[in-house]
Every structure is written in structure tokens, then in C-alpha cells.
């Protein structure tokens, strides 16, 4: 009974967000999914320093291991879903931006390519559109040590969460130049 109720649910909105034109759609209007994805690479000697490995401890210190969490590779991205294309919802947004620090790296000591991973950082959110290209959001930031750095405490890991620990903010953001939505003058 309740796989049925779920399948009645699934094909009545689909049938309402197909049986409207897409600019006046309550429910998945057009472009309502949008956002980017990015990809560097830090060149030797240039690793991105994620803060999590104490002060060098050098090459001749005898039983200790070298904190190898600087980053060469960097994946990142931002993805935007706005559900409703009417009613006074449709200024309601949801967001991500998740971003994946890779590398294996040492600086004065040692280089690789390795693609271990070191910390995914995730930030989601919510916001709403305002006039004059204002927007209000709720964002909410937390990181996650991956390979080696995550599980058991690590002497030359500074701290358990990575860098910037679990927070959550209130901000605005303005939008000027014709960056952003061109609806929310």
C-alpha cells in the first residue's frame, strides 16, 4: 500500500510539472538546477597548506613521520537548486559547495602526484532572494579528514575536524556588475 501511495505521489507531480510551460511550472521550473565544477592543480613547491600538520619537524628526527597533508590537487564545485518557479517560494533556495583536498606532498622534502585523499569540506545552505540584488543565506560549514589524517588522533594533526572546525553563519550577499540572477533586481 505504501510503495503504491508513493508511486501516486511520484506520477501526480510529475503530471503537474509537465502539464504547465516551464516559466510558470510550481515545481521544477526551468534552469532550476544550476552551478559549476573546478578542478586545479598546485605546481611543486606550491602545495596548498591546509593546516593541519604542526611546525616541520625536519627530515633527522629519528621515529617521527612527516605530516604529508599539503594538497596538490583540488576539486571543487557549486550547485543551486530553486524549486518553485511561483507563489512567494520561488525566492527559497538550497546550496552546495562540497571541495576535495588530494596530495601526498612534503615541502623541502618530498613531491609526488599521489591523489591520496586529505579533507573533504562541505558547505550547504539556504537562502532567500531579496530586491536589489541582495541575498539572505543560512550557511553551514563542516570538514571531514579523510585517509590517514581521519580516525585516530594524529600527534602532528593540530585538529581532529581540520582546519575551521563546524560552524554555521547568517549572511547577505550583493550581486553587482551583472553577475548573478538577472531576476533579483
Known amino acids: 500500500m505504501r510503495t503504491m501511495m508513493t508511486i501516486a505521489f511520484a506520477l501526480g507531480l510529475s503530471a503537474v510539472c509537465t502539464a504547465q510551460t ?36 625536519g627530515p633527522l628526527v629519528p621515529g617521527v613521520q612527516n605530516c604529508a597533508a599539503y ?15 511561483r507563489t512567494p517560494l520561488k525566492h527559497l533556495f538550497l546550496f552546495a559547495t562540497p571541495k576535495l583536498f ?13 591523489h591520496s585523499g586529505i579533507l573533504w569540506e562541505e ?6 532572494t531579496l530586491p536589489y540584488r541582495l541575498e ?7 570538514t571531514h579528514l579523510l585517509g590517514r589524517y581521519g580516525g585516530t588522533p594524529n600527534t602532528l594533526i593540530l585538529r581532529p575536524d581540520g582546519p575551521y572546525g563546524l560552524y554555521t553563519t547568517v549572511g547577505v550577499r550583493w550581486y553587482f556588475g551583472g553577475y548573478g540572477r538577472a531576476s533579483s533586481h
Open 102 to 114: 588530494a596530495g601526498d606532498n612534503v615541502p623541502q622534502l618530498q613531491y609526488t602526484a599521489s
Open 71 to 85: 594538497a596538490r590537487y583540488i576539486w571543487s564545485g557549486y550547485v543551486e537548486v530553486q524549486p518553485f518557479g
Open 22 to 57: 516551464a516559466e510558470d511550472r510550481l515545481l521544477a521550473p526551468h534552469n532550476f538546477v544550476r552551478g559549476y565544477v573546478d578542478f586545479e592543480v598546485a605546481p611543486p613547491h606550491n602545495e596548498v597548506d591546509l593546516g593541519l600538520c604542526a611546525a616541520h619537524t
Open 123 to 128: 558547505t550547504l545552505g539556504a537562502g532567500v
Open 136 to 142: 539572505l543565506r543560512v550557511t553551514h560549514h563542516r
